[in-house]
T-cell receptor, first 108, second 116 residues
């Protein structure tokens, strides 16, 4: 299978929480990232977590890392329509490997 | 002020032609990449250069030839274009994890190539 896997679509209502999940295979990854891509634009780093951490919180964003299960998640609290985008999970060792991206749609 | 800039942003051409995409970064990073994003948004690494030297060359047809004249520039030349080359090509740079950074990639805005 692919090095990094994520579900392709997620739809939530405005104000709800969104949880985007990712699994990866390379246990030696030093950093794990979440990137956001808006239509017609390049990817921008949203947040990252170092591999020796379990959790990182940054305002509405919470990243959870389960190293044993090689599972990374991104929770967006109080999701807004402006959060609609594609979210990419990525892991880094010698180079950056990306998941296929999860398209988040936020309905009013 | 643009950190990673790519030109052209859009490129429409006929099958069989040769085209180039240019990338420049003003961040002082040592490592630059080319990624290909297909119509399903899957992002795949193509090449990586560190300080003008090729360090990653994924399974890419040899019609694709990267060139790095200096560490701030990484260009992509494509010969004999095929329909399947249609995609968005992203240039990125990084200071690398453990070398003054977290390995974050800084992306250009992408170059959309359409082969007719």
């Amino acid at each position: 299978g692919e090095d990094v896997e994520q579900s392709l679509f997620l739809s939530v209502r405005e104000g709800d929480s969104s949880v985007i999940n990712c699994t990866y295979t390379d246990s030696s990854s030093t950093y794990l990232y979440w990137y956001k891509q808006e239509p017609g634009a390049g990817l921008q780093l949203l947040t990252y977590i170092f591999s020796n951490m379990d959790m990182k919180q940054d305002q509405r964003l919470t990243v959870l890392l389960n190293k044993k299960d090689k599972h990374l998640s991104l929770r967006i609290a109080d999701t807004q329509t402006g959060d609609s985008a594609i979210y990419f999970c990525a892991v880094s060792n010698n180079d950056m490997r990306f998941g296929a991206g999860t398209r988040l749609t936020v309905k009013p | 002020d643009t950190a990673v800039s790519q030109t052209p942003k859009y490129l429409v051409t006929q099958m069989g032609n040769d085209k180039s995409i240019k990338c420049e970064q003003n961040l002082g990073h040592d490592t630059m990449y080319w990624y290909k994003q297909d119509s399903k948004k899957f992002l795949k690494i193509m090449f990586s250069y560190n300080n003008k030297e090729l360090i990653i060359n994924e399974t890419v047809p040899n019609r694709f030839s990267p060139k790095s004249p200096d560490k701030a520039h990484l260009n992509l030349h494509i010969n004999s274009l095929e329909l399947g080359d249609s995609a968005v090509y992203f240039c990125a740079s990084t200071p690398l994890a453990g070398v003054g950074g977290t390995g974050e990639l800084f992306f250009g805005e992408g170059s959309r190539l359409t082969v007719l």
